[in-house]
């Protein structure tokens, strides 16, 4: 029976790879940041990590499948799926500040992420998990927070998408302010669901499709006795485009999808 920690020390080595790059072009001009077509920000740094996983993993395990965010590999009928985001919070780390993170997720025939690793090479954090096994950060077991109820939680919201039914960006947060929810928006959805995960934060809104800012969280966060979900409290695969996410401690999941039920949130990628 496979634990993956081979697999687990794999994603490791290669997040520190990742942070090193990282780190090599955080406020260098060399970094190149252009905008892709939908409008995103892209840099070398993730050009030049997402090609080494890809170098990599492809020669470590080829049998596996490899989704990035900027170049993917894909094998029909792989039993596994590696899901990386080279740099997640491209935009902050484009801008000089440090909200960023490499984040690399194994998923298996399911769609469920069976191992997950985050790291943040600007304050050296490396959350993991494997399924089954709990979750870490630097080697220290991690937890979600206990709080039952949404005033006075931290909830992050991110990439939220305009649609035509006329909900904004700002929705989401006008009716959480009013019950007391203390929301923000850092811009780096990875690391966000890693401060749910470690009990700094209650939960994140994540709205957008790509699987890979939450594949990696959604072993992380459950294996740290949190709950992750489409937008609509529904499970999901992670090796193919998703429905948003909610990310939480698991005693507000409930609290957060009704009060998104309660604004009639539509995304135009459902």
């Not at 740094?45 to 080829?62: G, R, S, W």
């Not at 928006?185 to 009990?199: E, R």
């Not at 990696?216 to 489409?230: M, S």
């Amino acid at each position: 029976m496979n634990n993956f920690q081979y697999e687990l020390e794999l994603a490791k080595r290669l997040a520190k790879d990742a942070g090193d790059i990282m780190l090599n072009y955080f406020n260098s001009a060399a970094a190149n940041p252009t905008t892709k077509p939908d409008r995103t920000i892209v840099t070398q740094a993730d050009t030049e990590i997402n090609a080494h996983i890809i170098k990599v993993l492809t020669k470590e395990t080829p049998g596996y499948s490899i989704w990035g965010e900027e170049q993917s590999k894909i094998i029909d009928g792989s039993e596994f799926t590696w899901v990386c985001d080279p740099v997640d919070g491209t935009m902050p780390f484009a801008k000089g500040m440090p909200i960023s993170s490499f984040s690399l997720a194994l998923v298996n025939d399911r769609g469920e992420s069976v191992v997950g690793v985050v790291y943040d090479p600007f304050y050296d954090r490396l959350f993991e998990a494997v399924i089954g096994n709990g979750a870490f950060l630097n080697g220290r077991k991690i937890h979600v927070s206990e709080k039952s109820d949404l005033d006075g939680a931290y909830i992050d919201e991110e990439l939220w998408i305009n649609d035509d039914e006329g909900v904004t960006f700002d929705d989401p947060k006008d009716a959480f302010n009013k019950l007391g929810v203390k929301i923000t928006t850092q811009c780096s959805s990875v690391i966000m669901g890693c401060l749910v995960a470690s009990g700094a934060y209650e939960g994140l809104i994540f709205g957008q499709g790509k699987p890979e800012d939450i594949a990696a969280l959604a072993v992380i966060v459950p294996e740290a006795g949190g709950k992750v979900t489409d937008l609509f409290g529904k499970q999901q695969r992670y090796d193919t485009n998703i429905h948003g996410a909610i990310v939480s401690n698991s005693n507000v999941h409930a609290a957060i999808r009704d009060v998104l039920k309660s604004i009639n949130y539509t995304s135009k990628y459902m």
